[in-house]
């Protein structure tokens, strides 16, 4: 069964840092790797979403790895500001997962605090 | 272009009430999907539907069921709730299976 990881649960860092988030995962059968944003009492908001062939996919200071042969992805945030203060969700898409046609598996996130 | 939108953003029910939860899409997608997200458990598929008409089971489908009787909605159906599905429900569209999915706002609901 399919299961991911997020490392830290929290993490606080003040503005100006760049910084990593990390995302494992069991299966390397995927087919994708999305990142999320959520903000407190909201829905998410799609960030970057990696295709199994890709390596990394970058949108203005976000950039994001995939290395499917080791089951990690990391999402870098450069130069971070307040603004950035989230959680940040990592999901795959797996080939083969019971009967739900790889449908998005979730970790259960990093809570990011950037302190001004 | 709303998006995907939810109604409603908050209920509390009592044990053994029913209720639907309404999804609504603008975006023209044929994919829609109901996940659940508990405190410690991320994010978990109940239901999905990959087209008008359609619908299957995720991960969590048990005490739900769900209706897509038009590509834009996708209703999801408490009978007869429980504590236990006390939760933050979130729906999801997308225009097929290996693509970004855009989440709607949620609905907070809390059963008594």
């Known amino acids: 069964k399919q299961e991911v990881t997020q490392i830290p649960a929290a993490l606080s860092v003040p503005e100006g840092e760049n910084l990593v988030l990390n995302c494992s995962f069991t299966?390397?059968?995927?087919?994708?790797l999305q990142w999320f944003r959520q903000d407190p009492g909201k829905g998410l908001t799609s960030l970057l979403l990696?295709?199994?062939?890709?390596r990394e996919q970058t949108s203005g200071r976000l950039n994001a790895s995939l290395d499917k042969s080791s089951g990690r992805s990391t999402l870098y945030i450069a130069a971070s500001q307040p603004g950035d203060s989230a959680t940040y969700l990592c999901?795959?898409?797996?080939?083969?997962?019971?009967?739900?046609?790889?449908?998005?598996?979730f970790g259960k996130g990093t809570k990011l605090s950037v302190k001004p | 272009n709303a998006g995907v939108t939810q109604t409603p953003k908050f209920r509390v029910l009592k044990t053994g009430q029913s209720m639907t939860l309404l999804c609504a899409q603008d975006?023209?997608?044929?994919?829609m999907y109901w996940y659940r997200q508990d405190p410690g458990m991320g994010l978990r598929l109940i239901h999905y539907?990959?087209?008008?008409?359609?619908?299957a089971k995720g991960e969590v489908p048990d005490g739900y069921n769900v209706s897509r009787l038009k590509k834009q909605n996708f209703l999801l159906g408490l009978e007869s709730a429980a504590p236990s599905q006390t939760s933050v429900y979130f729906c999801?569209?997308?225009?097929?299976?290996?693509?970004?999915?855009?989440f709607g706002p949620g609905t907070r609901l809390t059963v008594t």
């Open positions: 975006m023209n997608h044929e994919y």
């Open positions: 299966d390397s059968a995927i087919y994708n």
């Open positions: 999901a795959v898409r797996p080939m083969n997962y019971g009967g739900s046609q790889g449908n998005l598996i």
């Open positions: 539907s990959v087209g008008e008409g359609t619908t």
């Open positions: 990696i295709q199994s062939s890709q």
């Open positions: 999801a569209s997308s225009y097929g299976r290996g693509v970004e999915q855009y």
